[in-house]
Structure formats: structure tokens, C-alpha cells
């Protein structure tokens, strides 16, 4: 069977289609998040990684609590530093605030479930 550049064409679409599927591009397990809102949480505790790439706001992430029984801490995780941004983990559910994570920058909104042997869920890396 002749292999046209009709199939050639359809063969490469899928074949990008499975690699972008593979590698999570827009989803929570992206290497580098886009601008945009992310869920994530475990057990009991929730939380939404806000990213913001315009505006007033340029590179700038946040984390929003959504679900927090009372044994949930909220924070910005420095992947640079090995630490918390700002004021660190909380058992709020208060936002956390803006965080720069422009260039250079490797932060990431993180959980830690304190009832369930210190859990951590996080958002995607930015």
C-alpha cells in the first residue's frame, strides 16, 4: 500500500495529538502552567493555583482555599529556594496573596493535609 501524503498527514496529527496528550499540555501536570486556574487538593483540603500573565497582575500566582476542614495548610512553594513565599503555610482559608513568579521564578501553589500524615497536593509548577 502506497503511503500518500494525505495518510503522512493524518499519521503526523496523530501522532501529535498522543504526545500532547502524553505530556499534559494545559493540564494540572504541566512542567510550566499558562495563565489560568488550576484545582487540586487530598483528602479533605482544597485548593485553586490562580496565574495570572497580564494586567495589573503580570506573572503573578495565587493560591485560593476552597475546602479546609480545619487540619489544611495553604501556601507558595519556591522550587528555587526549598521554601515558603510570603507569609508561608496557613490553616486559613483566606487567599494567600499575589506571588511574582515571573522569569527565573519556580513556584507552585501547595497543600499539606495534616490529617492524613502530612499529605501534600500542589498545583502546577510556574
Known sequence: MRFTKTRKRAAAAVIAAVAVAGIGIGTASSAQAAEGSWAFGTGGCAAVEDITLGGDYHDY???IPTQNP???LFGVFNRNTW???GS???GSSNAQGWFYDGPGQSLEACL???A???TWA???IN
Open 88 to 90: 508561608g503555610a496557613s
Open 83 to 85: 521554601s515558603w513565599e
Open 122 to 124: 500542589c498545583g502546577p
Open 70 to 72: 480545619g487540619h489544611c
Open 61 to 63: 500566582m495565587e493560591i
Open 112 to 114: 499539606i493535609d495534616t
Open 116 to 118: 492524613n500524615n502530612n
